[in-house]
């Protein structure tokens, strides 16, 4: 991120020229100023951070986590992989670009206190870059699930559908009067 004059600019990679201006007065009291330019060259580079890494598992495990892109170059054929013991599962990611974040998740069959978490992809120059990381997982107990919660007793069902029953009764006899009234109505008015 580059701010010049108050203005930001966002920089990849490239050259990018900096301009270094020094003010200053003399012992005698005469104003000098000193200008110089500079080019730096900024190299593409990528910078993966995984944050909010959450691992949990029983008889599987489950690692979730946001992968986050701090570097100028975009990350391609991202993919993140546990490794428990024999058994690893893997899960595809595709391309994160700079400055941007993605959420995965792998579950893996297999549970240990210890993994290795690996990260791969490829770079813009198609070069395969892989990272390992230890993890420790959280054992979490399995959750029973409630028994099903029983509907209400017979005779609260029977109490709703006489009330209904009675309900569209009186509603249908309102409505008979009403139209059978305005019948005898309109039949008085016509003679």
Same mark, same amino acid.
Request: proline share 5%; net charge negative; hydrophobic share 45%.
């Given at each position: 991120?580059?701010?010049?004059?108050?203005?930001?600019? @966002?920089?990849?990679?490239g050259p990018v020229p900096f301009?270094?201006?020094?003010?200053?007065?003399?012992?005698?009291?005469?104003?000098?100023?000193?200008?110089?330019?500079?080019?730096?060259?900024?190299?593409?580079?990528?910078?993966?951070?995984?944050?909010?890494?959450?691992?949990?598992?029983?008889?599987?495990?489950?690692?979730?986590?946001?992968?986050? *892109?701090?570097?100028?170059? @975009?990350?391609?054929?991202?993919?993140?992989?546990?490794?428990?013991? *024999?058994?690893?599962?893997?899960?595809?990611?595709?391309?994160?670009?700079?400055?941007?974040?993605?959420?995965?998740?792998?579950?893996?069959?297999?549970? *240990?206190?210890?993994?290795?978490?690996?990260?791969?992809?490829?770079?813009?120059?198609?070069?395969?870059?892989?990272?390992?990381?230890?993890?420790?997982?959280?054992?979490?107990?399995?959750?029973?699930?409630?028994?099903?919660?029983?509907?209400?007793?017979?005779?609260e069902r029977w109490i709703i559908?006489?009330?209904?029953?009675?309900?569209?009764?009186?509603?249908?006899?309102?409505?008979?009067?009403?139209?059978?009234?305005?019948?005898?109505?309109?039949?008085?008015?016509?003679?």
């Amino acid at each position: 991120y580059y701010s010049a004059f108050g203005e930001g600019t @966002t920089i990849s990679y490239g050259p990018v020229p900096f301009t270094v201006s020094v003010i200053y007065r003399d012992a005698v009291g005469d104003s000098k100023a000193v200008n110089n330019s500079i080019v730096v060259v900024v190299e593409p580079f990528i910078d993966l951070v995984i944050k909010d890494l959450k691992a949990v598992g029983s008889n599987s495990s489950s690692v979730t986590g946001v992968i986050i *892109n701090y570097g100028s170059a @975009t990350a391609s054929r991202v993919e993140v992989c546990v490794k428990i013991g *024999n058994a690893s599962k893997s899960s595809f990611i595709g391309d994160v670009e700079s400055g941007s974040q993605v959420a995965f998740k792998v579950e893996v069959p297999a549970y *240990n206190e210890s993994a290795i978490l690996q990260l791969s992809y490829y770079n813009a120059l198609d070069e395969l870059t892989i990272e390992e990381k230890p993890i420790s997982i959280m054992y979490q107990a399995e959750e029973t699930a409630p028994p099903p919660e029983q509907g209400m007793p017979a005779i609260e069902r029977w109490i709703i559908v006489a009330a209904v029953i009675v309900f569209l009764f009186v509603s249908a006899l309102l409505i008979y009067k009403m139209m059978k009234k305005t019948r005898f109505g309109e039949m008085s008015q016509q003679s």
